[in-house]
């Protein structure tokens, strides 16, 4: 039988310490809706600042 974790994030409170721009947070809600564990993974083991000062903008959702 296999055991898993759960886990929840606080997905405004991430976004708040991190002090977005709306492109910025056009990028996290991107993540979000459309890859929830790459948004886990980056919160939990990477660097969201800098992954977001490279990645904003890069879906073309900078348009809408």
């Not at 055991?3 to 405004?12: L, N, V």
């Not at 947070?25 to 992954?51: F, K, R």
């Not at 990645?55 to 959702?61: D, M, R, V, W």
């Amino acid at each position: 039988m296999f055991y898993g974790r759960k886990i929840s994030i606080d997905c405004t409170g991430v976004e708040d310490a991190l002090d977005v721009t709306m492109a910025q947070q056009t990028e996290l809600d991107y993540l979000i809706y459309n890859d929830p564990l790459g948004y886990a993974d980056l919160i939990l083991n990477g660097d969201p600042e800098e992954y977001l000062k490279n990645a904003a903008g890069s879906h073309g959702l900078e348009d809408l």
